[in-house]
């Protein structure tokens, strides 16, 4: 007779189809073992046990003494639950393969787009309030384009290529996106020190969009105190807004190379404690995050000198 201990039960146990109760129960060499868990999202188990076979991935049989311990390790139904859709939007062009974009309630930072055998899926970095799915065929394919308003205020834009399977050509999200004859007007608010706007221009170019050109737009045009212009000169390099970059320094620094001055910095250290005209600079390695500190010299309301004077 082997003499079963059960090991917190969620559920009925059966053994060759008596109830017994939660602790232990008695059972012959062989036997059959039932179990029906309370929670119904869980299997059941049915296990006919012999001497030789105490081994599942279900249930766990622990030796205890000549006697067991019994674990019940129930696997949960597989869902079939349908995903709620909160935006479906389906292109039917004549003579032309037909497209499917869908927005699902329970992963709202994706976009799907299919056909009847191909998928591909986009990703947002927050829920679409809207969206806007259009197609044009051309001649090797169909390009399709989606224009989403997000519910944190930006836009995201993506063009597909289509033939036998989708190609992404652009994924972009910015603040403001404008379509022209000849190509996107894309605009990034970077709530800098300037309150700038980074403008850019980009153009389809066969089987990608590339970017054209950039500037920078400035709508903070009065005159700052001497210690906000470290962070101005810092944040153009950053940018690449070479323009303004120039406009932050003395006649004698502006033929210097600022890249060979601070290096490739991955930003400006704010986290440490101010002091006026020293700046930690963050910097990445193989070995992680580090700072450099740079000092400035600023009169007359331009960068006199630049010094490193910590690593």
């Known amino acids: 007779m082997t003499k079963l201990y059960f090991d917190n039960p969620q559920g009925i146990i059966l053994i060759d189809g008596v109830k017994c109760n939660d602790t232990v129960a008695y059972a012959n060499g062989n036997f059959c073992l039932q179990y029906t868990p309370f929670d119904d999202s869980y299997l059941p188990i049915l296990l006919a046990v012999n001497g030789k076979c105490k081994l599942r991935d279900d249930v766990i049989f622990i030796r205890h003494g000549k006697d067991f311990i019994v674990r019940f390790c129930p696997r949960k139904k597989a869902c079939t639950k349908q995903s709620q859709v909160y935006i479906q939007k389906v292109l039917e062009p004549k003579g032309a393969t037909a497209h499917c974009l869908t927005c699902h309630t329970d992963d709202v930072c994706k976009i799907s787009v299919e056909t009847q055998n191909e998928l591909i899926t986009l990703i947002t970095p927050c829920k679409v309030s809207d969206v806007k799915f259009s197609c044009i065929s051309i001649s090797n394919g169909q390009l399709l384009s989606i224009f989403?308003?997000?519910?944190?205020?930006?836009?995201?834009?993506?063009?597909?290529?289509?033939?036998?399977?989708?190609?992404?050509?652009?994924?972009?999200?910015?603040?403001?996106?404008?379509?022209?004859?000849?190509?996107?007007?894309?605009?990034?608010?970077?709530?800098?020190?300037?309150?700038?706007?980074?403008?850019?221009?980009?153009?389809?170019?066969?089987?990608c969009f590339a970017e054209q050109s950039r500037h920078f737009e400035n709508y903070c045009n009065h005159s700052y105190i001497d210690e906000i212009l470290p962070y101005a000169l810092l944040e153009s390099v950053c940018y690449g807004d070479d323009d303004c970059a120039k406009g932050c320094l003395c006649s004698s620094l502006r033929g210097c190379h600022l890249k060979e001055i601070f290096g490739d910095f991955v930003g400006i250290c704010d986290c440490l404690e101010y002091t006026p005209f020293e700046i930690p600079l963050l910097y990445s390695d193989c070995d992680g995050l580090y700072t450099k500190t740079f000092k400035f010299d600023v009169s007359s309301g331009k960068i006199q000198k630049i010094k490193l004077t910590q690593i």
Not at 175 to 197: F, H, Q, S
């Open 148 to 207: 989403a308003d997000l519910e944190n205020g930006k836009k995201y834009m993506s063009v597909l290529h289509y033939k036998d399977d989708y190609t992404l050509l652009l994924d972009i999200c910015c603040d403001e996106i404008l379509a022209e004859e000849d190509g996107l007007r894309v605009c990034d608010y970077l709530r800098d020190t300037l309150n700038r706007k980074c403008v850019r221009k980009l153009s389809f170019c066969g089987d």
